[in-house]
C-alpha cells in the first residue's frame, strides 16, 4: 500500500463505516494519521489488472511495549461491489504470510458479533474465539457495542 492507494483505501474505509459494523470510528483520518497508527509492512492492498483497488488488510500494534512486539491487531476491508468473492480471504491469507515473514506471532482481530461475514472470514483462516468483550466501546450514536476477541498464533514464528 502506498500514498496513492489512500483515495481507494478511504472509500473502502468509509464503507466499512457506514454500515456500522465494522469499526467504533466514524471520522475518516488523513493518510497521515492512518498510516502512522499501523505496521508499515505488512500493509496491503488487493487489485485488479487495472490498479483499482478491491479492499486492504493492514496491521496495528496492540502495545508499544517490547514484550507485544509479535501481536498485531487485524484490520481487513473489502469493496462492498466485491465482498464475497473471496478478496477478503486473499488479502486475509497474505496479511498471515507477511506478518509472520515480519516476525508477529499472534494476530488478534476485535469483530462486531453482527459481523457475521467477518467472523466466518477468521474463522475460515485459523482465528478462533477467545473472548467477548460485553458493551466495550460507544457508538457515535450512543449505542453499546459488544466485540467477540479472535486469535490467530502463528504456527511459523514463536514455537521455540
Known sequence: MSAEDWPSVARIYEEGMATGNATFEHTLPSWEQWRSARVEHPCLVARVESGAVLGWAALTRVSARAVYS???EVGVYVDQNHARRGVGRLLLSALIESSERAGFWTLQAGIFPENEASVALHE????RLVGRRERVGKM?????????????RSWVVGRG
Open 140 to 152: 457515535v450514536d450512543g449505542r453499546w457495542r459488544d466485540v467477540v476477541l479472535y486469535e490467530r
Open 124 to 127: 475460515s483462516c485459523g482465528f
Open 70 to 72: 509479535g501481536v498485531g
